[in-house]
């Protein structure tokens, strides 16, 4: 049996990318969830883990760390659940498109952050945001184009590209950023997945996580 060490799931965007791949690929797994700014975190995650970051994957007793890393370890282990595309170029496609959002997009990470239960539209990003934000949009168009056929995500079936961009469809959703299109349907499709609505509930009720001074509980 698994244990995924997450973080806050209203703030946790790492944490949301193998939870969901674990949860659409229905391979049981237990949730220990841990405050951000805690001494429980930093003793738990540094027991187990040499980054100290959640999200931390243990099996058994053995710990996959960084989310690429485990989402790799799941499809592995599971090659029945599909976790990549069959198709070699399709999976080599998808592989590229999770690296990226792993290691880019660094403007819109930092001016977007995720913020579950939050409700922000309206706000001036700077340019590099604004053009991360197109250039995701128009990853999500593009592939849904190419190889999008046989279902609603970006290679038809759920995979690991679509976990790696699940929280940024949380974000563009908390900062109101227009979508229209096969894009509006993407983010939909990810929005409907019940374990997207779950994750959602469950950061909507961590509301005793939320500093209180925090910029954007003000602007609310
Ligand atoms: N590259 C890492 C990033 C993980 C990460 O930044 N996790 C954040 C939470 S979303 C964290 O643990 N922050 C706690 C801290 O910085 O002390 C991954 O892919 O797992």
Redesign the pocket.
Known sequence: MYTLII?NKNY????LRPWIALCVAGIPFTEQKLG?FTEEFTRRVGAVSPA????VLLDGEFAVW???AICEYLAERHPEARLWPQDAKARARARSLAAQM?SGFGAMRQALPMNVEAHLPGIDFPPAAQQDISRLQAIWHDTRAEFGQGGPFLFGEFTIADAFFAPVVSRFTTYGIAAAGPVRDYMDAVLALPAMQEWTRDALAEATFVVEDEPYRKQR
Not at 12 to 15: A, F, G, I
Not at 52 to 55: I, S
């Open positions: 973080g946790s965007s790492w944490s951000f100290g970051l959640v999200p960084d989310t690429l792993h």
